[in-house]
């Protein structure tokens, strides 16, 4: 079993910063794209962020553009996610994922290979 491991979650006031991380082991993820998910009380888990093996593909949510970057560093078989302005509405629990291609993954996350336990981001009014 692959353990991937998130860390960085916790609660802030609306319009502070959190920058979640996310460590995979050695070679897991080096040639995969990886993403991260999140799941609020009482909804399903929904798309927040994903980048390609080398970088240089990104994709995020509308409602996170232009407060949340998305990046990864190979040789710490490391992901981030830098969340900036946040908002209540972003409270939720967030998922790292690693994907089974190397440029994508589907926004359903049909295509996780493999899923961390989450870290949990409150974000109060």
């Known amino acids: 079993q692959v353990e991937v491991s998130e860390s960085g979650g916790g609660s802030v006031q609306a319009g502070g910063s959190l920058r979640l991380s996310c460590v995979v082991p050695?070679?897991?993820?080096?040639?995969?794209?990886m993403a991260w998910f999140r799941q609020a009380p009482g909804s399903e888990r929904e798309f927040v962020a994903r980048?390609?093996?080398?970088?240089?593909?990104?994709y995020y949510r509308d409602s996170v553009k232009g407060r949340f970057t998305i990046s990864r560093d190979n040789a710490k078989n490391a992901l981030y996610l830098q969340m900036n302005s946040l908002k209540p509405e972003d409270t939720a629990v967030y998922y790292c994922?690693?994907?089974?291609?190397?440029?994508?993954?589907?926004?359903?996350?049909?295509?996780?290979?493999?899923w961390g336990k989450g870290t949990l981001v409150t974000v109060s009014s």
């Open positions: 994922g690693v994907g089974l291609k190397s440029m994508s993954i589907d926004v359903s996350g049909a295509d996780i290979r493999y």
């Open positions: 980048i390609s093996w080398r970088g240089d593909n990104i």
């Open positions: 050695r070679r897991t993820a080096s040639n995969n794209a």
